[in-house]
């Protein structure tokens, strides 16, 4: 088995990333970055009325990445920062959209106004026992890094050991243009295959409101606390996702997946599931395209 990693330093030159916070929920989300240290986005734009709007293209020119955190109540705003970015033409951007719940009847137009967007309800964040801004960067951590670190792999579950490097362009055909999207997490000190069981603990998490059997596409991101992962126990547990979604038959690697060090974390390990395409049928992402060139996309 063959793996192949890109150089951060190289990676760091070409792939520029800002962080856009939308009203007071992306404002606060912003705050707790700098109290936590996050520096995956050490450019941060809060976007507050139509006035910020305004100046917004300026300053996201020649930016490779965004990603954006808003709230349903704030749509009328969001849709006219989602103007900006299309018309920018963004590589790849990431929403993140958090609601009272996954059944607030907001949530049915959003099809219509974003290409794929991640669905955080604040009633199941509460039973994580997490604030929103903690799930907000723990998603931030496990959606960006594979963009701006780069560490991401391909796999073909039906084609053991079949694994290479992925780079922006394959983590943006999982993630874009897909609709709704939800996260969920879970944790493992499982001797036998830790990586395995944190994967159907993250199906059991409250945050993943989606019926895993109707996804097509999966970013699977394991977090361990020092570097002795063990490859071929994540890609058992890939393997496991494959056999429960629906991927689309010509699609050779509907899973990617990435192991991130992390010394905060426990002992074990924690898996990070990201399911995307359920609202499309096969060939979704092409009728999507067609009908709203440039879309965009959105992530516990």
């Known amino acids: 088995m063959e793996f192949y990693e890109i150089d951060d330093e190289y990676l760091d030159h070409f792939i520029s990333a800002k962080f ?12 707790y970055f700098s109290e936590v240290g996050n520096d995956l986005f050490p450019e941060r734009l809060i976007v ?22 808003t709230d349903v109540e704030d749509l009328e705003l969001t849709e006219s920062v989602a103007k900006i970015i299309e018309e920018s033409k963004i590589f790849l951007t990431t929403f993140g959209i958090l609601c009272p719940s996954a059944d607030d009847v907001r949530l049915a137009d959003l ?10 309800p604040r009633d199941k964040i509460a039973e994580t026992g997490l604030t929103s801004n903690e799930l907000i960067n723990r998603t931030i951590n496990v959606t960006a890094s594979p963009v701006l670190k780069c560490r991401i792999k391909s796999l073909n579950p039906r084609e053991l050991n079949y694994i290479f490097s992925m780079d922006i362009v394959d983590v943006r055909d999982t993630i874009e243009n897909f609709g709704k999207a939800c996260i969920g997490f879970g944790e493992s000190l ?11 603990n993250a199906l059991k998490s409250p945050l993943f409101i989606e019926d895993i059997g109707k996804a097509k596409k999966i970013l699977l991101v394991f977090v361990v606390r020092n570097e002795l992962v063990d490859v071929m126990k994540m890609q058992e547990a890939a393997t496991f996702l494959d056999e429960l979604i629906n991927p ?14 992390d010394e905060t974390f426990g002992d074990g390990v924690t898996a990070f599931v990201l399911a995307t395409n359920f609202d499309f049928g096969n060939g979704g992402r092409e009728l999507w395209k067609s009908t709203i060139p440039n879309a965009i996309f959105s992530p516990a």
């Open 20 to 31: 856009i916070g939308i009203g007071a929920s992306g404002a606060s989300a912003s705050n």
């Open 111 to 120: 099809q219509k106004k974003f290409g794929t967007w991640i669905i955080l």
């Open 190 to 200: 499982d001797a036998g295959n830790p990586a395995l069981d944190a994967v159907k």
């Open 48 to 69: 507050s009325n139509e006035d910020d709007v305004a100046g917004l293209q300026a300053k996201i020119a020649r930016v490779d990445y965004l990603f954006v955190i």
């Open 248 to 261: 689309d038959p010509e699609d050779s690697f509907p899973i990617l997946f990435q192991a991130l060090i």
